[in-house]
């Protein structure tokens, strides 16, 4: 009792293993190779040639079985089951006639999977060959034709490997080309979340290390200020980890508007003033167009607070001959490492992406502006009702 479970599963596998026939061909051809078969089978056994019973069948029996081989192999056995089923065809054929010569297509169309070209050249001569020996054997003369169809039927059966050989090619530069593509995508995917962790995150901690910093010298000198600032670490952490989740889910949208207010406050905690010209309030950009503004923003916040030792910051927003124009400037140091890192080469990145520009330089009176470019075809938005 204890062993039927065992044997059960064992039956299920041993019938699971059961090849009949291939699954990527069953959808196509599973039917067309049914009905060939069948007529094949009717057409022999029912003739009144001088083959004895015994002998068709056994050289039916051989032919399915090369037939067979040929659905699962592209190797050497493909070639050998094809070579012996067109074998088998010209017998059948000079002794049932040469009508029979059409069911070569059973192995025409088999051959073009080979993964040999050889192979598939060596099966195209011996269609040729089988259609002359028949024709000959059927007319007693090399070239006689009788039937006027059999050639067409024999220039199809040649060029048919071949047709099957570029359509099998075809399917094969499909998957790899969606392999390549999927690869491209998931490339794509990890240099986003990494250029969203350095511009989000990287903002986010650069903000907690200058409070921690301006923490540091209040701890004696105005406790009770340095216990609010304590306060405001705290809640940028939580902030931090829930921009974690949140590009880890999707990039969310990101209001320009509100990513000017949290510049304005990161700048004035690193004692940078900041200065806004916002000359086009009114302008409607689509939402991934000014979360990419937003973001390329934050970025250049960032290093502007990192790198440029600057005292003064100016934020221009214009807008001319439909062109969104978003402008960085300090008087700092400058770009004294021309090389681009993260934050400058994800900050080009996403203005390609929307079709845009972006450009960092010098300032000739000292300092780094940043200009991102983009344009627009929007209408404006529609002024609030009170």
């Known amino acids: 009792m204890p062993f039927k479970p065992l044997q059960i599963n064992r039956r299920q596998k041993l019938v699971t293993n059961i090849k009949i026939y291939p699954k990527d061909q069953a959808r196509q051809y599973l039917i067309i190779d049914v009905v060939s078969i069948i007529f094949l089978v009717s057409l022999v056994l029912s003739s009144k040639s001088d083959l004895p019973i015994l002998v068709k069948v056994i050289i039916l029996s051989l032919f399915l079985s090369a037939f067979y081989f040929a659905l699962w192999y592209r190797d050497w056995r493909l070639h050998l089951a094809t070579l012996s089923g067109l074998f088998l065809i010209t017998i059948i054929s000079i002794y049932e006639g040469s009508i029979m010569l059409t069911f070569g297509f059973m192995f025409a169309d088999l051959i073009g999977r080979a993964k040999a070209k050889w192979h598939i050249a060596s099966a195209m001569i011996a269609i040729t060959l089988m259609f002359i020996v028949v024709l000959w054997a059927e007319t007693g003369e090399l070239f006689k034709i009788e039937e006027p169809m059999i050639i067409p ?106 990513e000017l207010y949290h510049c304005k406050n990161l700048l004035q905690t690193a004692t940078i003033s900041f200065k806004l010209n916002h000359r086009c309030p009114n302008t409607l950009l689509a939402s991934v167009e000014e979360t990419m503004l937003a973001l390329c923003l934050r970025e250049a916040t960032t290093n502007l607070i990192k790198h440029s030792q600057a005292k003064n910051c100016i934020v221009e927003i214009d807008c001319i001959d439909h062109i969104y124009c978003l402008k960085i400037s300090d008087d700092g140091v400058g770009l004294v490492n021309q090389g681009l890192g993260n934050g400058i080469s994800s900050m080009k990145e996403r203005m390609s992406a929307l079709q845009g520009t972006a450009s960092i330089k010098n300032i000739a009176t000292g300092g780094t502006i940043v200009t991102f470019k983009l344009s627009i075809q929007h209408s404006r938005k529609e002024a609030q009702i009170l």
Do not use: C, W
């Open 153 to 258: 039927i024999m220039m199809i059966q040649i060029v048919f490997p071949l047709l099957i050989y570029f359509i099998e090619k075809t399917k094969s530069l499909k998957v790899e080309l969606a392999a390549v593509n999927t690869q491209l995508v998931q490339q794509d995917e990890r240099q986003r979340i990494a250029r969203d962790l350095h511009d989000t995150i990287g903002h986010t901690l650069t903000m907690i290390k200058i409070k921690t910093e301006l923490t540091t010298k209040l701890m004696d000198r105005d406790p009770n200020r340095a216990k609010d600032e304590l306060d405001d670490i705290l809640s940028t952490t939580r902030t931090a980890l829930k921009q974690v989740r949140e590009i880890v889910s999707d990039m969310n949208f990101i209001s320009l508007e509100s």
